[in-house]
């Protein structure tokens, strides 16, 4: 079998590991590549002729849509027309194999196909079950619809994200769906770790909404509305919580924006050295905070008048944390990126040689890789159903001519 076939490097933590999607477009499906590059053997399920949404989405190369062999990475594509009960049988077949189900169907749909986590259950005791809603399995708005931008917004992150006279912004990529299927990857790991320690697992409903993760994440609004009766506002690139007296983006003379951040009482008075004021006068967070304007206005005029070499140069001799805010031209030239191994060059049969992130996390001992770019729809569909699940040449002749796969 070639490596085309299987991962055969012997690298990733979770060699072995067995999951198959019921998912499209990102926050599953990006569960599912969290796993996936690290050794997983991940089955995407996609219908017969168009695929996974996100086949069509994105920027393009000469009617090549990039997205996707990024998204799609290191993953089997196979076909399934789940709307046929000879294609339901076998996607409860790829239950019956996986030890890992990932699902995004809304819940009516889900039941009415047998990918319940009741019929789960049923079919595979031992499975771990994700299922991603717009809204969760629980709640009265179970079958409404859902993206990853109404998460965001339900979360209350895009409510803090902005200037205080501007409108709540959203962030410029699929920020609640990225997010989701990070904790969804996060979940499914959790509930693995008590499968190989429990000797009486049985099986895990890991039932996880979009807003859920980003409000997670926002760790103080909750106790801040409860307690102090306050609901948080915009305060643009400040953080409404932070100890820090100054956060801020700056243009510089050459049109760089830099990003500054000093987040304790010596990196802020760095800062007031820098611009020619006496050090000892913002000893505490108290004199900090009240002339933080003044410490903002200073830093915005200082930065104009230099280039972003000279800033980020004088920045780090003061000891001051900067950054140029970076474009994806900028990430593709760091340094620093490069030293990390972070943007790797993969083969792909459509484009030639593409680049894309690494597999990250790095992992020193047994990293995972990046083998395969996203696959042609339904490239796996002999490798999975035939090598892996066992159906015969006849059953699978038969679900090929009856549209089925």
Same mark, same amino acid.
């Not at 072995?16 to 477009?25: D, S």
């Not at 409404?144 to 998460?151: D, R, T, V």
């Not at 000279?310 to 994806?328: G, K, N, P, Q, T």
């Given at each position: ?229 306050? #609901? ?8 409404? %919580?932070?100890?820090? /007296? =100054? &956060?801020?983006?700056? +243009?510089? @003379? ?89 943007? #790797? ?8 040689? %593409?680049?894309?992130? /690494? =597999? &990250?996390?790095?992992? +020193?001992? @047994? ?5 395969r770019t996203g696959p042609a729809l339904g490239q796996d569909n002999d490798l999975v159903y035939r090598d892996w699940l066992g159906l015969s040449e006849r059953e699978l002749a038969d679900l090929e001519k009856n549209d089925v796969v």
């Amino acid at each position: 079998m070639s490596d085309d076939q299987r991962n055969t490097t012997g690298q990733g933590q979770l060699r072995g590991l067995k999951v198959v999607e019921f998912a499209h477009v990102v926050a599953g499906p990006l569960a599912g590549s969290m796993l996936a590059d690290q050794g997983a053997d991940v089955v995407h399920v996609e219908p017969p002729g168009a695929g996974d949404a996100a086949r069509a989405m994105g920027p393009r190369r000469e009617g090549v849509p990039l997205w996707f062999k990024v998204a799609a990475r290191n993953k089997r594509s196979v076909t399934l027309d789940l709307h046929h009960a000879a294609g339901r049988e076998v996607a409860h077949r790829l239950v019956a194999w996986a030890d890992v189900v990932i699902v995004t169907l809304r819940a009516g749909r889900l039941r009415s196909w047998g990918l319940d986590w009741e019929a789960v259950h049923r079919i595979n005791p031992k499975a771990v079950l994700l299922q991603i809603s717009g809204f969760g399995a629980t709640s009265s708005q179970a079958d409404a619809p859902g993206f990853g931008k109404m998460g965001e917004a339900r979360s209350g992150v895009v409510h803090l994200t902005g200037h205080p006279d501007g409108p709540p912004v959203h962030t410029g990529f699929s920020h609640g769906d990225a997010v989701t299927g990070l904790m969804g990857a996060y979940a499914v790991l959790a509930a693995l770790h008590r499968r190989d320690n429990d000797p009486g697992f049985d099986g895990e409903w890991i039932d996880l909404a979009l807003f859920e993760p980003l409000f997670r994440l926002v760790e103080w609004q909750v106790i801040v509305h409860d307690q102090l009766g306050v #609901v948080p506002q915009r305060t643009g690139n400040q953080l409404a %919580v932070a100890p820090a /007296a =100054v &956060i801020n983006t700056y +243009r510089s @003379r050459d049109e760089q924006w830099i990003t500054v951040t000093s987040a304790t009482l010596r990196s802020v008075r760095n800062v007031a050295r820098l611009l020619g004021l006496p050090g000892e006068e913002f000893a505490t967070s108290e004199q900090q905070h009240a002339r933080r304007e003044e410490l903002d206005a200073g830093l915005r005029s200082w930065v104009a008048d230099r280039s972003a070499a000279e800033c980020l140069e004088a920045f780090a001799r003061a000891e001051v944390v900067a950054s140029r805010v970076f474009d994806a031209a900028d990430i593709a030239a760091d340094p620093v990126y490069a030293e990390r191994g972070d943007i #790797v060059t993969v083969d792909d049969p459509d484009l030639g040689e %593409v680049r894309m992130q /690494a =597999v &990250i996390p790095h992992f +020193r001992r @047994r990293p995972g890789r990046v083998w395969r770019t996203g696959p042609a729809l339904g490239q796996d569909n002999d490798l999975v159903y035939r090598d892996w699940l066992g159906l015969s040449e006849r059953e699978l002749a038969d679900l090929e001519k009856n549209d089925v796969v």
